[in-house]
């Protein structure tokens, strides 16, 4: 099984920062990496599919990036609504979400 | 409007089973895998069972600490998934979100709690 290892665990930024946030899988996943946004009570929301690609009516600010092994998420410039916990998931064999980062306002 | 809406979570004790189900509406189902993912509270997220469409035969596939004790399913006519859940254990307790999708489309559910206490 892919194991997929997340980093920070938390993290506290100011608005208008540049945000970065890992993951690493076990093995090659190919690319087949997503990010997702979830907001405290709600639901899980796609932002990013296979690394690079932003789901529609996702502000530009956030990107990823990568391949091979290791996938980043960037938010290039923070803004309040953005709090929120992100979590990777490889689809590349089986599914395996990150842990996931608590991103909150410094 | 895209909408899943799970229902049927409740209390139950370990050992019992639990059906969930999942009405999807605003979008082709029968051509849409189906998945249920679940979420411990205060924890992160876990995959939990996928069911493909019927030209995949319905396949499906199970994370290994479900696998044998959860059956994923679904009713085209209905535009239904179902998630029956026997032999449930303490650590089954999340709440369990229906999701669906494919390459540029992203649908998840409010969410249905299921809680295994004794």
């Known amino acids: 099984d892919i194991q997929m290892t997340q980093s920070p665990s938390f993290l506290s930024a100011t608005v208008g920062d540049r945000v970065t946030i890992n993951c690493k899988a076990s093995q090659n996943i190919n690319k087949y990496l997503n990010w997702y946004q979830q907001k405290l009570g709600e639901a899980p929301k796609r932002l990013i599919y296979n690394t690079n690609s932003l789901q529609t009516g996702i502000p530009s600010r956030f990107s990823g990036s990568g391949s091979g092994t290791d996938y980043t998420l960037t938010i290039s410039s923070l803004q309040p609504e953005d709090v929120a916990t992100y979590f990777c998931l490889q689809h590349n064999s089986g599914y395996t979400f990150g842990a996931g980062t608590k991103l909150e306002l410094k | 409007a895209v909408q899943l809406v799970e229902s049927g979570g409740g209390l139950v004790q370990p050992k019992e089973s639990l059906k969930i189900s999942c009405a999807a509406s605003g979008f082709t189902f029968s051509n849409a895998a189906m998945y249920w993912v679940r979420q411990a509270p205060g924890k992160g997220l876990e995959w939990v069972a996928r069911i493909r469409t019927k030209p995949n035969n319905y396949a499906t596939y199970y994370a290994d600490s479900v696998k044998g004790r959860f059956t994923i399913s679904r009713d085209d006519s209905k535009s239904m998934v179902y998630l029956q859940m026997d032999n449930l254990k303490t650590e089954d307790t999340a709440m369990y979100y229906c999701?669906?999708?494919?390459?540029?489309?992203?649908?998840w559910g409010q969410g249905v709690m299921v809680t295994v206490s004794s």
């Open positions: 999701t669906s999708g494919g390459t540029t489309s992203d649908y």
